[in-house]
């Protein structure tokens, strides 16, 4: 009957729509970490689609206070079971020093000891000579992937009964990896393979 299809359309809808108020949680009971990169897709790179997730992205995709507080509240009132980390190759992260960016801003007339670093909560000071480090820069992709999962683990905002795993995206292939298991080292090299060879012995080397 058409009215059964109808009737079932309205409550996919209605369920959609007042998701937060029925306490539905997104589709994979997932919140992702990402970085604001435009050449990370991140549905595409995780294989998910529309509705499948809460996705936080910031520069470099790390763990700040608002991704905490973003993580707290997905993990503990929505739902959510599992987080995802997502950094990436050639990040704009690793292309200067928090030391080098803050001076760029002094020169330009900013007082970094002084900003608010959140307008809509000015009580929230950093402690002077701190704002290079609030940048968060870094130097290695890998590195910086396993840590903002361990930031995360030990945050006692965030239940311990959630799942947590990094991955980097690389730029150069649009591929998915973990961290520090780069494929594209493994294939160029009879070295890299660990070629199978014999090790010549008095009797093979008399043969020749
Ligand atoms: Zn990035």
């Avoid at 997104?26 to 897709?41: I, T």
């Avoid at 928090?98 to 809509?120: A, M, Q, R, W, Y």
Wanted: aromatic share 6%; proline share 4%; with cysteine.
């Amino acid at each position: 009957m058409l009215h059964q299809q109808i009737d079932q359309n309205l409550s996919d809808t209605k369920a959609w729509a007042l998701r937060r108020q029925l306490g539905i949680p997104n589709n994979k009971r997932l919140w992702v970490l990402a970085c604001m990169d435009e050449r990370l897709p991140v549905e595409k790179a995780l294989g998910i689609s529309e509705g499948d997730a809460h996705i936080f992205r910031n520069a470099g995709g790390l763990v700040t206070d608002d991704a905490i507080r973003s993580a707290m509240l997905t993990t503990q009132f929505f739902g959510t079971k599992e987080i995802i980390v997502v950094n990436h190759t050639e990040c704009g992260m690793m292309t200067a020093s928090g030391d080098f960016l803050t001076e760029v801003l002094k020169n330009s007339g900013i007082d970094v000891d002084l900003v608010n670093v959140d307008p809509g909560l000015p009580e929230l000071k950093l402690p002077k000579g701190v704002f290079s480090k609030w940048i968060k820069t870094f130097t290695d992709v890998d590195e910086i992937c396993v840590k903002q999962v361990e930031l995360l683990r030990n945050s006692p905002l965030i239940p311990q009964d959630v799942v947590i795993n990094g991955y980097i995206w690389e730029v150069e292939t649009k591929s998915l990896r973990r961290p520090y298991e780069r494929l594209s080292e493994k294939v160029n090299t009879a070295e890299a393979m660990d070629t199978k060879t014999i090790k010549l012995t008095e009797s093979t080397e008399s043969l020749i």
